[in-house]
């Protein structure tokens, strides 16, 4: 179903997540316009559409993502990082592999492996529970739902 200017919105969010590597913009000069391909709309073969069901989809598991990780930092209980992380790889993963969210999500894998203190992982959970709610607010209050 088409829906005029909004893929250009859709395309500016998406944009915002991937990093230069992840976008490629086609400067289309008959029409003075560029457009936006990123790695969300290549994962759905271009379908504007398809993108949407995506990122409607990651806005779903938000919330419940954001409550796992607020109940790691209540009770100071590691145990569930790593399964937690791995839903957040599952939910994050179309928005591009080198995005911040992901290579937050990375990072915060890495160092529980490797024996880093539980005060420093605890840090880098706030900061990435901080970036998952600027994703949320970004694909909430810019991306028009139909």
């Given at each position: 179903m088409p829906f005029p200017g909004k893929r250009k919105k859709l395309d500016t969010i998406l944009s915002k997540y991937l990093k230069a590597s992840d976008v490629s913009y086609n400067y289309d000069s008959g029409n003075n316009k560029m457009e936006v391909?990123?790695?969300l709309l290549q994962l759905a073969g271009g379908d504007s559409s398809i993108a949407r069901i995506i990122m409607d989809?990651?806005?779903?598991e938000i919330?419940?993502?954001?409550r796992k990780l607020n109940k790691i930092l209540e009770t100071g209980d590691l145990g569930t990082l790593n399964a937690v992380n791995h839903h957040m790889i599952s939910t994050f993963a179309p928005l591009g592999g080198n995005t911040t969210i992901m290579k937050?999500?990375?990072?915060?894998?890495?160092?529980?492996?490797?024996?880093?203190e539980n005060l420093e992982i605890i840090k880098h959970i706030q900061e990435l529970i901080s970036e998952i709610?600027?994703?949320e607010k970004t694909l909430s209050d810019g991306y028009i739902h139909e």
């Amino acid at each position: 179903m088409p829906f005029p200017g909004k893929r250009k919105k859709l395309d500016t969010i998406l944009s915002k997540y991937l990093k230069a590597s992840d976008v490629s913009y086609n400067y289309d000069s008959g029409n003075n316009k560029m457009e936006v391909n990123s790695y969300l709309l290549q994962l759905a073969g271009g379908d504007s559409s398809i993108a949407r069901i995506i990122m409607d989809e990651i806005l779903k598991e938000i919330p419940d993502t954001k409550r796992k990780l607020n109940k790691i930092l209540e009770t100071g209980d590691l145990g569930t990082l790593n399964a937690v992380n791995h839903h957040m790889i599952s939910t994050f993963a179309p928005l591009g592999g080198n995005t911040t969210i992901m290579k937050m999500i990375n990072t915060i894998r890495t160092i529980k492996s490797s024996g880093i203190e539980n005060l420093e992982i605890i840090k880098h959970i706030q900061e990435l529970i901080s970036e998952i709610d600027s994703i949320e607010k970004t694909l909430s209050d810019g991306y028009i739902h139909e």
